[in-house]
Structure formats: C-alpha cells, structure tokens
C-alpha cells in the first residue's frame, strides 16, 4: 500500500524541547477543529444541504420518525485540512425496539460504513468514525480525509413510536503543519478577514476569538465581529517575546431579532 505524503509522520529536531535526552520528535502536527451543531429544524437541514427520507423536524426541533418503519437523514462535509478524527454526540429519544444507526462514506456514496448506533433514549457518543494516530493510511474511517457524506438511519418498533434525534453534534479534528496556524506579534497587529458575502454576514456575522499567552504566562482574548468581507480589526499584544498562541476561534452568530 502507498502511503499518503500528507498523512505519514515526520520527524522534526527541537532543541532543549519536552524530551530529556533526545530531540526529535514525530507527528509534530496542530489541530483545527471543526464544531457543527445544525439546527434540527426545517431551516436549518436546508442550510447544511441535508436530505430527509421520512423524517421530519419538529415545531420545536428536533428530526423524528413517527410513521414509517424506516427513514433516513443523509448530509456532507468537506473540511480545507486533512481529518484525523470524526466524533459523533447528540440525544435521543425512543421506545424499545427503535435505534438510530450512524453511517459514513468517504467514496461518494458507493458503499457505507456502519459507525456506531444508539438504542436507548438519553444523551450519546462519542462515536468515533476515525482512526487517529494511526501510522499506515487508516481505511476504512474519516481519517486521512478531507471530507465525508453521513447517513443517518432511524428505526422505529414495531408498533411504530416516534424515535426522536434531539441533538446532533459533529466533532472533526483536522491537522495541519504546526506553523501554518496564524499567529500575532508583539506589538499592533491588524488583521483582515475576508470571506464569500452574499449579504448573510449581515445576519449572521462571523465571531473570531483570539487567544494568547503574553510572555508565555499572562493569558489574553480579543474578538472580532464580522459582518461584511474585508472587515479589519486592530490587535495589541504586549511583553517581550512573541506570544504563545492558544488558539483561534472562529464562529457564526445568527443575529437575533429585535422583540
């Protein structure tokens, strides 16, 4: 088997680092992690680009299952890094004999891989549908990847109660070369975002959190709000030495309205 450029270890030398008598050190990678919690509501499967199969949202939220045997929710992921690893939590609600199965593809749809499945009501997961910290290429899972679809299969009993999918949350850690990450400097940093805008930054504007370590010791944030591409925002860090960057956070915030 060949292996991946992107996904076989390499071998990095740092000096006086964490190691007391040897200074190389393997799978030298950061991590972005990818959080996707998508309303259980009619809008919000519309905007992941979700398809349901006899399930339905709920006034309230939530995607049930209430009158047919079987139904299905399918969706896709496409991430910018390489997945080293896919978590799959959320709550259910069901009767004796219903289940939620989740199923995962990384060929398009071809075949599909049983990931894990939930038989009781209750909160659930981790599922993990990725192989992490494996050396040769992990087949058969999300890692190594840059994206998946993700079948979601519920199963009611045989007298037909609803099995209810409550909430839903996808977990994917990425990984990247360590100094690819941004970073701030000592001193004034302005920092220009820029994005796709067909106007829904507006409403739903993007909340960028940094966070540092001034002097490796003095823990520090800023936000940043943006609501239109080309947005700037000034950052001041201060001490002697460049920071240590803990991390950058970036989230969508849908504006609420106005009562």
Not at 3 to 25: A, V
Not at 146 to 155: H, P, Q
Not at 194 to 222: C, H, M, Q, V, Y
């Amino acid at each position: 088997m060949r292996k991946s450029t992107y996904w076989e270890p390499y071998k990095k030398t740092i000096k006086n680092g964490s190691h007391p008598r040897n200074n190389t050190y393997y799978r030298y990678y950061g991590n972005a992690i990818f959080v996707h919690e998508p309303p259980l509501t009619k809008k919000g499967m519309a905007d992941i680009g979700a398809a349901l199969t006899e399930v339905k949202p709920l006034e309230g939220g939530g995607l049930s299952l209430g009158k047919a045997a079987g139904g299905e929710v399918e969706m896709t992921f496409e991430l910018p890094y390489v997945i080293a690893d896919t978590e799959i939590e959320g709550e259910a609600e069901m009767q004796v004999g219903g289940a939620i199965s989740f199923l995962f593809s990384v060929d398009g749809g071809k075949t599909w891989l049983l990931g894990g499945e939930v038989k009781e009501s209750g909160k659930f997961g981790p599922i993990s549908i990725g192989k992490p910290n494996t050396y040769a290429f992990p087949a058969g899972s999300t890692s190594g990847r840059y994206g998946y679809a993700l079948k979601i299969v519920f199963r009611c009993n045989y007298r037909r109660k609803a099995t209810v999918l409550k909430h839903l949350k996808i977990t994917d850690t990425s990984m990247l070369n360590f100094y690819s990450r941004p970073w701030l400097e000592v001193g004034d940093n302005l920092v220009t975002v820029t994005a796709e805008d067909n106007g829904s930054l507006a409403k739903s504007p993007l909340e960028i959190t940094w966070r540092w370590l001034e002097d490796w010791k003095t823990e520090k944030s800023f936000v940043q709000n943006v609501s239109k591409s080309g947005a700037t925002a000034a950052i001041q860090v201060g001490g002697a030495r460049r920071p240590k960057m803990k991390s950058v956070t970036i989230a969508r915030r849908r504006k609420r309205p106005r009562p």
